[in-house]
Nanobody
Framework: VQLQASGGGLVQAGGSLRLSCAAN????????MGWYHQAPGKQRELVAA???????NYADSVKGRFTISRDNAKNTVYLQMNNLKPEDTAVYYC???????????????WGQGTLVTVSS
């Protein structure tokens, strides 16, 4: 199983970016998919997550600016980031709890990370 993230880049403050992350492999089901970010010298933190039923939660710092969504048919999760701020600058990692075709339990998988840089 692999998670392939894309969509990062350089944007000015107030701008928007959309991140995508597709899960590929022998996937039986995915329950929670989410995005984390890690700024230099800081711990990785949850940005937003969404269940297979569409229930989402967000870090307080991004509420009202970011929207997480997923396409269950494509095993893909998205993060629409609007009104970006310099403090949003970080490497963004997608995460998914996946049950593979040969397992009875869910395991955490991580994407490779995509850099988001917001200039002031």
């Amino acid at each position: 199983v692999q998670l392939q993230a894309s969509g990062g880049g350089l944007v000015q403050a107030g701008g928007s970016l959309r991140l995508s992350c597709a899960a590929n492999g022998s996937i039986f089901s995915i329950n929670i998919m989410g995005w984390y970010h890690q700024a230099p010298g800081k711990q990785r933190e949850l940005v937003a997550a969404v269940t297979s039923g569409g229930i989402s939660n967000y870090a307080d710092s991004v509420k009202g600016r970011f929207t997480i969504s997923r396409d269950n048919a494509k095993n893909t999760v998205y993060l629409q980031m609007n009104n970006l701020k310099p403090e949003d600058t970080a490497v963004y990692y997608c995460n998914a709890r996946i049950r593979t075709a040969w397992s009875s339990s869910y395991v955490n998988y991580w994407g490779q990370g995509t850099l988001v840089t917001v200039s002031s």
